[in-house]
């Protein structure tokens, strides 16, 4: 082994040891537990809030004539819906921690994680497009709204942002389908695929699903777009009022400066922690955007579930959810942290 890989590599220890013996690791372990409780008792309210409502999955069947009561019961006993909601639920816990196995749905007749796992990657991609396309147009639109304040560009962004909140997102959804409608076939509505995607080429099949994706992304954008352009104009605004601000243009500073390097900077700090919230956030939007533009996501697979009373792929997807909500919470932390070294992570922060 040569000096320069070996000193390499003795940095890479050293790193990787100062971290593991740093506050920020201990944070991140204490989060990760504290999450994994939030997700234990998030898990038995839910499976709780489920059992309570009238019926269960077999309801439907009890109603058809040619299902005889044997074979009801036989898929009781199968589904395990003869027991208790405890047993139900500590039976389930138990496949979960021991096995990986968020267990059987009840109407495809599959592992909830296979069903899951096909759907999962469309429905972040479409969450993730969504989250970059509003942080890119709406913090750069609060920025030119608040160092132009009550001027006319100020005003138009303040209506595009009252009419944006007034606009949830199924109401958006329908008028972008109507649009797509009276534009076809310039915008494809349903799947995430046009019939010959398997013949394009890599770079084909990018722009193919690029395109699918537009109508989508942007109904799923706009309440959240609205919100975060308002928000971003109040910090900013809040903070170009104060002392030191008007003491570094007294200085002489270059306005650009001042405004990007020390107000933005103190800014920012409130519209980091909204992006935990955001992401999980961003799924329950993409549920409804999907069943509107049949895309081929968790969306309509949980409808479908919920409907169904399927148990075990409701679990499995409000689970999901609650995973999603924590660790956005702990990226939006660790990265507050990054932006601003003062911030102390814990109790003391």
Known sequence: MSTSVQNRFESAIDALTTFFASDTFAYIVKRLLQGLITLLLASMLCFLLIQIAPGDYLSALKENPKISPERIEQLQRQFGLDKSWIEQYFRWLRQVVLQGNFGESFVYNRSVSSLLWERVAATLLLAISSLVFTWAIAVPMGIIGAVNQNK?????????????????????????????????PLFPVGDMTSIDFEDLTLFGKILDIGWHMILPTIALSITSFAG????????????????????????????????????????????????????????????ITEYFFNWPGLGRLIYQALLAQDIYLVMASLMIGAAMLIVGNLLADLLLKLVDPRIKLGDDG
Not at 171 to 180: C, G, N, Q, S, T
């Open 152 to 184: 006319f560009i100020d005003r138009l962004f303040r209506v595009i942002s009252y009419i944006g909140q007034g606009f949830p997102s199924f109401i958006a959804a329908l008028l972008l389908l109507i649009f797509a409608q009276n534009t076809t």
């Open 228 to 287: 975060l352009q308002r928000i971003t104009r109040g910090q900013l605004l809040d903070v170009l009022r104060q002392d030191y601000i008007q003491t570094a243009r007294a200085k002489g500073l270059p306005e650009n400066r001042v405004i990007y390097v020390h107000a933005l900077r103190n800014a920012i700090n409130p519209l980091i922690t909204l992006l935990g919230f955001e992401f999980a956030a961003l799924l329950s939007g993409a549920f």
